[in-house]
């Protein structure tokens, strides 16, 4: 299955705030992570910087609305920072940071929907020209048009696990490490959002 990573558009402009590191030669994010339980702000920052681009795309690919990105990504940050006590691999932050964005998102997508169901909230539909990129070649374009042109209309967890599967293109382990759920159910969720998809190509 071939990335679609680079075809997706819409990030913010915080990711300029967040280069990669290029010589290797700064501190290992082991090394930012113990210094940031120890209260040091500057490895705190040096974790956003490093970590942002990232936190930015996967939010933006599993909640494609620009609204919600960037203040989804500083409640994950803010809450990795507060827990990182809990991480067991100072050197795994990237990974765990990932797993907090989907669960963040998670929330949100289930908080829209019982607003949207009880009225106190307009459905946004995804904007499917702002979500994929104009360099996409047709037959990418064509995928990411069949999965986002779902997603409303799946469950949170389908809608999730699909979004990782066909799109951040994580083996069915590495969705059930990030979503927090058992392989067996990871499969389920796929098997029902893949028919969906299925049946959607076939109308």
């Known amino acids: 299955m071939a990335p679609l990573l680079p075809v997706l558009s819409g990030f ?11 010589s290797g030669a700064g501190p290992t994010d082991a090394a930012l992570v113990i210094a940031a339980r120890a209260g040091e702000s500057w490895a705190q920052e040096a974790l956003f910087r490093r970590h942002a681009r990232m936190a930015l795309g996967l939010a933006h690919r599993v909640l494609p609305q620009a609204s919600e990105v ?9 809450y990795a920072f507060e827990h990182l ?7 795994a932050f990237a990974s765990w940071l990932g797993s907090i964005v989907v669960r963040t998102a998670s929330k949100r997508l289930r908080r829209q929907r019982l607003l949207t169901r009880l009225g106190l909230r307009r459905s946004e539909p995804i904007d ?3 979500v994929i990129g104009r360099s996409a070649p047709a037959d990418v374009a064509l995928e990411l048009r069949a999965v ?19 799109v951040e293109t994580m083996t069915v382990e ?3 490490e990030t979503m927090n759920l058992s392989v067996s159910t990871v499969k389920r969720r796929l098997a ?4 969906r998809l299925e049946q959607e190509r076939r109308a």
Do not use: W
């Open 128 to 130: 499917l020209d702002q």
């Open 70 to 78: 960037d203040d989804l990504v500083q409640d994950a940050f803010l």
């Open 174 to 176: 590495q969705i059930a």
């Open 12 to 22: 913010s402009a915080m990711e300029a705030a967040s280069p990669p590191t290029k």
């Open 148 to 166: 986002y042109g779902i997603l409303e209309r799946l469950p949170v967890e389908e809608r999730i696990a699909l979004v990782l599967r066909r």
């Open 85 to 91: 006590e809990r991480l067991q691999n100072p050197q």
């Open 192 to 195: 029902a959002a893949e028919g």
